[in-house]
């Protein structure tokens, strides 16, 4: 009897870890996501209205609470991004602003194209990893299960 009881929670850890690798993974997909919305919505607003810096951070709004976070300079995410990662966004989302605004928006169209294209080749891979971790997961906390009763 005891080993049931062991095997479940096994498996239910084991599941709870697939989630967890899955939501992080998914979670990275809508941070780059809303930075590449982040990155459009700066070109048509400096573009056509000549919208300053901090106003364009302050009514931007996104689903993704970790970039919002990060453009308003409150914290880092901690959504499983690398340092690299995170250090490039904040260096480009500092220089916003910086120079003039045929400049910037050619700028930002190019940067806009750059994480549309990585989103295209890179979040197909992590929606796909994320659902096999998960289902992985779940495999190996039946296969335990089994092998402990």
Do not use: H
């Amino acid at each position: 009897m005891g080993s049931i009881i062991v095997g479940i929670c096994i498996f239910f850890s084991m599941a709870f870890i697939g989630l967890w690798l899955k939501k992080r993974m998914l979670n990275k997909y809508r941070f780059f996501s809303a930075y590449a919305d982040y990155l459009r919505y700066a070109s048509e607003k400096i573009g056509y209205e000549r919208m300053p810096v901090s106003e364009l951070n302050r009514t931007f709004r996104s689903e993704c609470s970790e970039f919002v976070e990060l453009l308003l300079k409150k914290q880092e995410p901690s959504i499983g991004l690398s340092a690299a990662e995170i250090s490039s966004v904040k260096d480009y989302l500092d220089s916003i602003g910086r120079s003039d605004a045929d400049t910037q928006v050619g700028s930002l169209q190019a940067k806009y194209s750059e994480i549309k294209g990585f989103l295209d080749k890179e979040g197909a891979k992590w929606k796909k990893d994320a659902s096999l971790y998960f289902k992985l997961m779940v495999l190996a906390g039946i296969a335990l299960f089994i092998i402990l009763v």
